[in-house]
C-alpha cells in the first residue's frame, strides 16, 4: 500500500536556525497537510495546502512557517527562526481528494529537538 | 468550531476484556469523525471513520465505533483487547474528510496478561 514518506525521522537544531521538514505524499493525492505534536500534547492542524497554495491554516502557523511544494513528489515546511517551542513531532497528511469521504494518510512523522 | 474531548488519559483493560475508549465531539455543522491509532514511534494510522449513512462502522482490528448524534459521541469499542491493541487512541472531528482535522488529546490503552 503506498505510503507517506518523511525525511528526516529526528532533526536536531540549534534555536534561531532554519529547519525543512521533508515529506513525499502519495503520488496521485491532491492536498497536503501538516500537523505538530508537542510531547505531552495533542495532535494540532498546522497548514493545508492545494494546487500550490496555502488553503487553510492555524493560529499556530504564523510567519515563521511557510510551505512548499518544490517538485512534482516532495512537500516541505520550513521553519525559519527556530524557537524551544517548536520542539515536536510533525507529520505529514496527504489526501487524493476532499470530495471522496477518504481518510487523510499521516506519514511516521519527524521528531524537532530544540536546543 | 470543532473540538474532541477523550475522556480518560489512560485505560487499562486485561487481555480479552471489553476495550471501550470515550470520545465526545462539538460540532456547528455535520461531523466528520475519525478514530487514528499511533503505535510507538509511528505515525497514526486510520482505524474507521464516520462521514455519512450508517452509524455502526467497523474498521481495522476488530475495532467499531458507533456515531450517536443525541450523545454527540463516537465511542471507540472493542470485544476483547489483545497485548498488540496497546498504543495511544486519538478520536478527530472535521468538517469535511478533506479538511483539518481537529483531535482529542489522545487515550493511552494499556492491556495486561
Known amino acids: 500500500e503506498p505510503e507517506v514518506t518523511q525525511t528526516p525521522s529526528h532533526q536536531v537544531t540549534q534555536m534561531g536556525q532554519e529547519v525543512i521538514l521533508r515529506c513525499v505524499p502519495i503520488?496521485?493525492?491532491?492536498?497536503f497537510y501538516w500537523y505538530r505534536q508537542i510531547l505531552g500534547q495533542k495532535v494540532e492542524f498546522l497548514v493545508s495546502?492545494?494546487?500550490?497554495?496555502?488553503?487553510?491554516k492555524s493560529e499556530i502557523f504564523d510567519d515563521q512557517f511557510s510551505v512548499e511544494r518544490p517538485d512534482g513528489s516532495n512537500f516541505t515546511l520550513k521553519i525559519r527562526s527556530t524557537k524551544l517551542e517548536d520542539s515536536a513531532m510533525y507529520f505529514c497528511?496527504?489526501?487524493?481528494?476532499?470530495?471522496?469521504?477518504?481518510?487523510?494518510?499521516f506519514g511516521d512523522g519527524t521528531r524537532l529537538s530544540i536546543l | 468550531a470543532q473540538s474532541v474531548t477523550q475522556l480518560g488519559s489512560h485505560v487499562s483493560v486485561s487481555e480479552g476484556a471489553l476495550v471501550l475508549l470515550r470520545c465526545n465531539y462539538s460540532s456547528s455543522v455535520p461531523p466528520y469523525l475519525f478514530w487514528y491509532v499511533q503505535y510507538p514511534n509511528q505515525g497514526l494510522q486510520l482505524l474507521l471513520k464516520?462521514?455519512?449513512?450508517?452509524?455502526l462502522v467497523k474498521g481495522i482490528n476488530g475495532f467499531e465505533a458507533e456515531f450517536k448524534k443525541s450523545e454527540t459521541s463516537f465511542h471507540l469499542t472493542k470485544p476483547s483487547a489483545h497485548m498488540s491493541d496497546a498504543a495511544e487512541y486519538f478520536c478527530a472531528v472535521s468538517s469535511n474528510s478533506g479538511y483539518a482535522l481537529n483531535f482529542g488529546k489522545g487515550t493511552s490503552l494499556l492491556v495486561t496478561p
Open positions: 497528511a496527504s489526501i487524493r481528494d476532499r470530495g471522496l469521504n477518504q481518510p487523510q494518510h
Open positions: 495546502f492545494y494546487n500550490n497554495e496555502i488553503s487553510e
Open positions: 503520488s496521485n493525492h491532491l492536498y
Open positions: 464516520y462521514t455519512t449513512g450508517a452509524t
